[in-house]
């Protein structure tokens, strides 16, 4: 069988169309770890639905226990801190790689499967195929990647007549809004859009006794850039990843300076250094 890791962006949602057309959809699986509508977007779910109807599968869930209530932040809030030992962010060993791990054994024994994963041909991209067909071959797995390796008959959804998520409007994926792997560009917009999440998430900096980012001279708490944030609202500082973070912040400085704001644009220089942008890396 051909499982693809679907995940609900739209890479993931190209490899399921190419698998089917290639290998026929009693062959393939659609694996998905669904997270709570809280941080999924609706328009994520209805992307999923209408691909797998398009298909003609049902979509397979290996889910965690409290999936359709817990947040990442709540799953970090109860262990009480953001990561693992080895340095994983604790949410998506949590809500993904457990379930994931489960789901293989349970499903998988003997290993035969193919595991399938949306990984498209950019540098950055390549690398963390590598990476990934390296941990699952250790344990033994098959991988492939079909925006890399295949031959591809569709470029967009679009072509059969289904529209990409909306979240693509302002965020460059489909993970969770309020990622607690990327970059200060990233929380910007949930500053400015889900002040919910933004306020969960500071009271889970308080609750574990350490920030979720931070720079050279140790942790930054959002609440310490709080009063930043509202300033760049104020000033129409638009909130989107559709540009680099070092352009982003870099436009955002100009803004500053030609608006004469009392902000010291050194503090923006800290994000554009240790801004690592968005999250692609929130796979199994």
Same mark, same amino acid.
């Given at each position: 069988?051909?499982?693809?890791?679907?995940?609900?962006?739209?890479?993931?949602?190209?490899?399921?169309?190419?698998?089917?057309?290639?290998? #026929?959809?009693? *062959? &393939?699986?659609?694996?998905?770890?669904?997270? !709570? =509508?809280?941080?999924?977007? @609706?328009?994520? +779910? /209805?992307?999923?639905?209408?691909?797998?109807?398009?298909?003609?599968?049902?979509?397979?869930?290996?889910?965690?226990?409290?999936?359709?209530?817990?947040?990442?932040?709540?799953?970090?809030?109860?262990? #009480?801190?953001? *990561? &693992?030992?080895?340095?994983?962010?604790?949410? !998506? =060993?949590?809500?993904?790689? @457990?379930?994931? +791990? /489960?789901?293989?054994?349970?499903?998988?024994?003997?290993?035969?499967?193919?595991?399938?994963?949306?990984?498209?041909?950019?540098?950055?991209?390549?690398?963390?195929?590598?990476?990934?067909?390296?941990?699952?071959?250790?344990?033994?797995?098959?991988?492939?990647?079909?925006?890399?390796?295949?031959?591809?008959?569709i470029s967009v959804t679009k072509e059969i007549g289904i529209d990409p998520p909306m979240t693509y409007k302002r965020f460059k994926h489909a993970n969770c809004i309020g990622c607690?792997?990327?970059?200060?560009?990233?929380?910007?917009?949930?500053?400015?859009?889900r002040p919910d999440i933004w306020q969960a998430a500071k009271i889970g900096e308080y609750e574990i006794g350490y920030a979720i980012h931070k720079d050279d001279d140790g942790p930054?708490?959002?609440?310490?850039?709080?009063?930043?944030?509202?300033?760049?609202?104020?000033?129409?500082?638009?909130?989107?990843?559709?540009?680099?973070?070092?352009?982003?912040?870099?436009?955002?400085?100009?803004?500053?300076?030609?608006?004469?704001?009392?902000?010291?644009?050194?503090?923006?220089?800290?994000?554009?250094?240790?801004?690592?942008?968005?999250?692609?890396?929130?796979?199994?």
């Amino acid at each position: 069988m051909y499982v693809i890791l679907y995940s609900g962006g739209h890479s993931s949602a190209l490899c399921a169309i190419e698998a089917v057309r290639l290998y #026929g959809k009693e *062959k &393939v699986i659609l694996l998905n770890h669904d997270i !709570t =509508n809280k941080v999924e977007d @609706a328009d994520i +779910k /209805r992307f999923k639905t209408d691909v797998a109807n398009y298909l003609g599968l049902p979509i397979t869930y290996a889910n965690h226990e409290q999936w359709d209530t817990a947040t990442p932040i709540d799953v970090c809030v109860d262990a #009480g801190a953001w *990561k &693992v030992g080895n340095g994983q962010i604790l949410c !998506t =060993n949590r809500l993904k790689t @457990a379930p994931f +791990k /489960r789901w293989l054994n349970e499903n998988d024994p003997d290993k035969q499967n193919i595991y399938i994963y949306g990984f498209d041909s950019s540098p950055k991209e390549r690398a963390r195929a590598q990476r990934r067909a390296q941990i699952m071959g250790l344990d033994g797995y098959k991988t492939e990647f079909p925006m890399i390796s295949w031959v591809k008959t569709i470029s967009v959804t679009k072509e059969i007549g289904i529209d990409p998520p909306m979240t693509y409007k302002r965020f460059k994926h489909a993970n969770c809004i309020g990622c607690l792997k990327a970059g200060w560009q990233h929380w910007y917009i949930v500053y400015c859009e889900r002040p919910d999440i933004w306020q969960a998430a500071k009271i889970g900096e308080y609750e574990i006794g350490y920030a979720i980012h931070k720079d050279d001279d140790g942790p930054v708490y959002l609440e310490d850039k709080e009063h930043l944030f509202k300033k760049m609202k104020n000033a129409g500082i638009e909130p989107t990843e559709h540009i680099s973070a070092s352009k982003f912040w870099s436009q955002a400085k100009k803004t500053i300076n030609h608006l004469n704001l009392d902000i010291s644009t050194s503090q923006l220089d800290m994000f554009e250094k240790h801004d690592d942008g968005v999250c692609l890396d929130c796979i199994a």
